[in-house]
């Protein structure tokens, strides 16, 4: 199975099969003083040079190997909105994001889980994004873990205060 980067450029989508990739790196533009561009040469020996450095890092985590997930696994994504939450809001099936893993894919910071929409982390934290296991245990990317679903919601709930706080005060 083929894994591909997407990016846009001009407002047009461009995708690299990754698995056609040699090497990437990054350099600073030529010319441009503190701009930098990202090189990547391709098995046949071509090369495409893609403005700004943050290609390098989606190419390397998409160039891991991938093992299929066993059923069960689940990344639970919640968004926080200016409503207070209650647990059983954040499990309600309107505001939880809940998609199957697929797959897994080991990169530099370990496995990562593959979903069919994309994992939809919440920008500026404005949310909380995990893994439920088939066991009913969650447990997220910054190794925080809670015993089931409902302990998890409980403190969604928690977490949303203090970002409804730093929200206030930076307002």
């Known amino acids: 199975m083929a ?15 990754v698995d056609d990739v040699r090497s990437a790196r990054v350099r600073k533009r030529e010319g441009s003083g503190e701009l930098f561009e990202t090189v990547i040469e391709f098995k046949d020996g071509t090369e495409r040079v893609l403005p700004g450095q943050n290609h390098l890092k989606f190419i390397s985590r998409m160039s891991g190997p991938v093992f299929p997930a066993t059923p069960g696994f689940f990344v639970l994504t919640f968004h926080y909105t200016d409503e207070t939450p209650s647990a059983a809001a954040v499990l309600d099936d309107l505001n939880l994001n809940r998609e199957p893993i697929l797959a ?3 990169g530099p910071h370990g496995a990562e889980p593959i979903v069919i929409e994309g994992q939809d982390d919440p920008a500026d934290n404005a949310g909380d994004s995990v893994i439920l296991y088939p066991s009913g245990r969650v447990l997220s ?21 203090e970002w409804r706080e730093k929200r206030k005060a930076v307002a």
């Open 3 to 17: 894994t591909f980067y997407e990016f846009y450029s001009a407002h047009h989508a461009h995708l690299i099969n």
């Open 104 to 106: 897994w894919r080991c």
């Open 141 to 161: 990317s910054h190794d925080r873990e809670w015993p089931s679903i409902d302990a998890w919601a409980k403190d969604v709930c928690e977490q949303w205060t």
